[in-house]
């Protein structure tokens, strides 16, 4: 039968950038198909931030921002966005921190105070910083301690490829440095760090471009102008010998394994970054592709497996250095030697005979349903265009993505797998300490 | 002489305190278009534009199914056809942006998917091939298989799963719903002939419900998924009773029962209460209670035992229906160390909100969560899908979300007491503890009988 063509759809939100005269950035990108808005503000600092004695010390920090603001007590902040009908959340990743509310369209101006009124300046107190460390503790243990592959491999891995402390430090935080945290740590931090000229604030959503305008500037153009730290280049070098580690987790039940290898820079390299965004997809994106027919369905040597840009899985939203992830899950048993050499062997055949007929044309059009099933949710949307104009100064880059996806070609894509050579690999392994 | 006046810089006045909200937005509905086609597949098709996709649910009645052979038909569901293998079906989704999955609860069978909108028809083609063609061949039964053990056996190893585990034995007895998770040894025992002929019994279109969503002209939609599945074969007549699941067993309260997890860092704790279905009278008034109680971040229970104590990281607490009966679960782990006293706030909140109605602040902040709460919902195509298959599993449709809304509205501090008296009395709860029983049971055992689980 005849194939249907599938011209590669692109998004057309429009963006408006300002920054206000303190120095903090603003997007606003209106679309009015749903009476809903997305509010988020983004600071330039995450885990590799942190200082060293402080494991944990930037997530912690993210959660005593919502214990009390200027003008709030403690649980204000929880109780007026949900008052309000939405649903607010922070998080906190390898380059950056972010804070987010979503609600029907008519509590905009909520939003936009609420956030305004802790970056003046939370409420650090003993009290909140006793609570907050507690609370951090059960989500690490409910997060990891208490789960079989607990941090597997977005902890586990970082230490294996890289020497340094920003990069290979434990970003959870060991219970010892959290319960040493002090309130001087936390308004040192701040003063640093959450300043309004490292920040950028995004909305998205069901507004009008001129009132959602004067309403940024009523409430945030009064927070006193503090500029931006200078952020330090956290690089290392690349790999020049294969390393590999293996760890026993009491609660697995069977292996596990991560391999990881460097990347371009995502930022000042983006067009030699792309084509491995892609390849991590030609190799893992669902029953087709390479090694999901190999690993799982032929050789069974697999249970699963998964790859990706980025420790955390974002390919859009992490700096240099950063890299490209493979995760597999064994059956009792596994060899995780033996899968190794398998990966290498696919990825010589990709690099040497190239890819099948058709076979980056359709992992690109299922990458670029991905990315608008993405976009399509207003959170979605705020988050990215907001760390895309942090990181990059581009938010409309968002609109490009599915274009830019699509033109990798099957070139770039041999290059890349070329590069994956053991030599420059880490590769971690969950050695089952509950194997039956 | 007299200095010049200088003129005042203009500086923006500070806000100090909450803006008010501004007017509220109405809920507004997408274009929907609904049939029945002949061989009793129900279609329903619903337009949002907002980015070039379309989203694929496919629910079908699959109550009282074996629950090793259901999870393993779902889990090879898409592993061939008559006519190809799997690669080359997730090959010719991709093809057009497209992904099929399928997944098994106690009641259904649902295939989910979602692609590129001019892709809409080749989805349905292939969706229509895997009803109609789907071979489980032998190689690919073994894979899964072995995977799907594979997989339970990590499942086996969460505490979320052995919780839920011991406390749907505990909730149900000998109600189909007490197993909902398979063991690995009923799934090692399945051969390809037992899923054809569950296949062959159970996977037709009678009583299914196709749900599309996205940039689509309803109308045309329903005319192509017509097109395409109109021709999956009715099978033979089934009396409406064969596979009807009864209804679930009242909860028995009793002992709080411990399930044993050596060195645990963590206790789970679980509770189940008695809930209502969303058609019930008294659902809107229950849900604002739940709220109130452990529900959101803003409710009682959160506040207390995470903002207050520190005990936990994630509790909530959430209804859930199921087409038999509904019930509400309670869920939070707590550190090992403050099992006990975390129990101890449990029981006091329910208490409290069994026996003393809510501040009217409450009630309003808990009413503006569930409205708002369902606008957010759906504002994407993926949203809308999702909510429009879980409505058709309750004979509903996307208008119950107005008539929801306004009862939500409406609702009374006297009928949100009366809920919480009726449902959320500690009493009437069902109890389990999964943790380190050498250092829980004592704790536990000092505030209410408790009793220790059987391996």
């Known amino acids: 039968m005849a194939r249907r063509s599938n011209k590669i759809a692109a998004t057309r939100y429009p963006v408006e950038r300002l920054t206000l005269a303190n120095g903090l950035r603003v997007v606003l990108a209106p679309d009015r198909s749903a009476p809903v808005v997305g509010v988020a503000v983004v600071y330039d600092v995450g885990i590799r931030s942190e200082p060293e004695g402080r494991t944990g010390f930037a997530h912690l920090f993210e959660h005593l921002m919502f214990q009390g603001s200027a003008n709030l007590e403690k649980l204000a902040h929880f109780r007026h966005v949900q008052g309000s009908g939405g649903t607010f959340n922070g998080s906190t990743h390898l380059d950056y921190t972010d804070y987010f509310e979503v609600l029907p369209s008519n509590a905009l101006e909520r939003a936009l105070f609420l956030e305004a009124d802790r970056m003046r300046g939370p409420r650090l107190t003993e ?98 102008a503090r500029p931006a730290p200078v952020r330090p280049s956290f690089d290392e070098p690349d790999l020049t010998a294969e390393r590999r580690q293996s760890y026993t987790d009491r609660l697995a039940p069977l292996p596990a394994v991560a391999a990881a290898w460097r990347v371009p820079d995502p930022i000042t390299d983006f067009a030699g970054y792309l084509p491995y965004v892609v390849l991590a997809e030609v190799l893992t994106d669902g029953d087709a592709s390479r090694l999901v027919e190999r690993l799982v369905l032929k050789d069974r040597s697999v249970t699963s497996v998964g790859g990706y840009l980025g420790f955390m899985g974002e390919p859009f939203e992490v700096r240099d250095p950063t890299a490209l992830l493979l995760q597999a899950h064994l059956p009792p048993g596994g060899d995780t030697d033996k899968l190794l050499r398998s990966v290498d062997e696919e990825l010589d055949r990709l690099a040497q005979d190239g890819l099948a007929a058709g076979e980056l044309a359709r992992t690109q059009a299922r990458m670029v349903t991905h990315l608008l099933r993405d976009t399509d949710a207003v959170l979605s949307r705020t988050l990215r265009m907001a760390v895309l104009e942090q990181q990059r100064g581009e938010p409309g880059l968002l609109n490009q993505l599915p274009v830019l996806l699509g033109e990798v070609t099957e070139e770039q894509i041999r290059a890349a797998a070329a590069t994956l050579r053991p030599e420059r690999r880490a590769t971690v392994e969950v050695i089952p300490g509950a194997a039956r | 002489m007299s200095p010049a006046k200088v003129k005042p810089v203009k500086v923006p006045e500070l806000v100090t305190t909450l803006p008010g909200l501004g007017p509220t937005t109405k809920l507004q509905l997408p274009k929907e278009a609904e049939a029945t086609l002949p061989n009793g597949l129900t279609v329903i098709a619903i337009r949002r534009p907002s980015v070039p996709l379309v989203e694929v649910r496919l629910r079908i009645p699959f109550g009282r199914a074996h629950p090793a052979r259901a999870a393993m038909l779902a889990q090879t569901l898409l592993s061939g056809t008559d006519t190809m293998s799997s690669v080359e079906i997730a090959a010719e989704l991709q093809t057009v942006g497209g992904a099929l999955s399928a997944g098994v609860d106690p009641d259904r069978l649902i295939l989910a998917g979602n692609g590129l909108v001019g892709g809409l028809e080749r989805i349905l083609e292939l969706l229509g091939e895997v009803l109609t063609a789907a071979r489980y061949p032998a190689e690919e039964v073994a894979t899964e298989r072995a995977r799907l053990v594979d997989h339970i056996q990590v499942a086996q190893s969460q505490p979320q799963h052995i919780a839920r585990t011991a406390l749907l034995k505990r909730i149900y007895g000998r109600h189909p719903y007490a197993n909902q998770l398979p063991e690995p040894e009923q799934v090692r025992a399945i051969r390809p002939a037992q899923l054809r002929a569950l296949h062959s019994e159970r996977v037709r279109p009678a009583g299914a419900t196709l749900v599309l969503v996205g940039d689509i002209q309803p109308a045309k939609a329903i005319d192509t998924a017509e097109q395409i599945l109109g021709g999956w074969a009715i099978g033979g007549d089934v ?71 520190g005990y936990t990281y994630g509790p909530h607490s959430a209804i859930e229906h199921l087409v038999a009966g509904s019930s509400l679960t309670v ?45 957010l919902g759906v504002a994407t195509q993926a949203g809308l899908a999702g909510l429009a298959t879980t409505y058709a599993g309750s004979g509903l449709r996307l208008n119950h979300l107005a008539e929801h809304s306004a009862r939500l509205a409406a609702v009374t501090m006297d009928e949100v007491f009366a809920a919480a008296t009726t449902y959320l009395a500690p009493a009437r709860a069902v109890t389990v503890v999964l943790g380190d029983a050498a250092r829980i049971e004592a704790p536990l055992a000092a505030l209410t009988p408790i009793e220790k689980a059987q391996p």
């Open chain 1, 127 to 224: 009290e909140n910083l006793r609570n907050q460390v507690d609370v951090v503790k059960e989500e690490i243990r409910v997060n990891v301690l208490n789960q079989p592959y607990g941090g597997f491999p977005w902890l586990t891995l970082p230490p294996v490829m890289f020497d340094t402390f920003p990069n290979a430090h434990d970003g959870y935080g060991s219970f010892t440095d959290l319960e040493s945290a002090t309130v001087a740590d936390a308004a040192d931090f701040f003063e640093r760090y959450y300043a309004n000229g490292n920040a950028v604030l995004s909305v998205a959503g069901d507004f009008d471009v001129a009132e959602a305008t004067a309403l940024v500037e009523r409430h945030f153009g009064s927070v006193p």
């Open chain 2, 239 to 309: 009396p409406a009773t064969k596979w009807a699941v009864p209804p679930v067993p009242a909860l028995a309260p009793g002992a709080l029962m411990v399930v044993d997890r050596p060195d645990s860092v963590q206790s789970s704790l679980r509770m189940a209460l008695p809930a209502v279905p969303r058609t019930h009278p008294d659902h809107a008034a229950l849900m604002i209670a739940n709220l109130i109680f452990g529900g959101y971040f803003s409710s009682r229970w959160v506040e207390n035992i995470r903002e207050d104590k």
């Open chain 2, 331 to 375: 869920a939070a782990d707590v550190a090992t160390e403050v099992t006990g006293p975390a129990m101890l706030e449990t029981l006091y909140e329910l208490g409290r909100i069994a026996s003393l109605p809510p501040a009217e602040d409450e009630l309003e902040q808990a009413r503006q969560y569930a409205l708002g709460s369902l606008r």
